[in-house]
Nanobody, 127 residues
């Protein structure tokens, strides 16, 4: 059984940084796509970042335009853990953040391409 456990969320001032972690068990994160999504109150869950399996040119990453240049997705193979480094945070980044893994190696921005999800971690950015 695949399980994903997020951590690292919290309250931060605008302009600050947080690093979210996604500890995985039951699936090797470097062998499958991994993604981060977020959901703000009253809004639909939206794509944030994705990374392909490591065998694809060392991993291809892709970001939503709203976070590109501020967020970085990565993995630690030894720890079987994914990360989302978030810098220059803005109030509009406030949301519950979810990590997810999919049954294929190609990166994807689509929610339906992911079959396992974490429980979510709250990120609140004060302005």
């Amino acid at each position: 059984q695949v399980q994903l456990v997020e951590s690292g969320g919290g309250l931060v001032q605008a302009g600050g940084s947080l690093r979210l972690s996604c500890a995985a068990s039951g699936r090797t994160v470097s062998s499958y796509r991994m993604g981060w999504f977020r959901q703000a109150p009253g809004k639909e869950r939206e794509f944030v970042a994705t990374i392909s399996a490591a065998r694809f040119s060392g991993a291809i990453s892709y970001y939503a335009p709203s976070v590109k240049g501020r967020f970085t997705i990565s993995r630690d193979t030894a720890k079987n853990t994914g990360y989302l480094q978030m810098n220059s945070l803005k109030a509009e980044d406030t949301a519950v953040y979810y990590c997810a893994t999919g049954p294929s190696g190609y990166h994807s921005v689509e929610l339906e391409d992911y079959d396992y999800w974490g429980q979510g971690t709250q990120v609140t950015v004060s302005s």
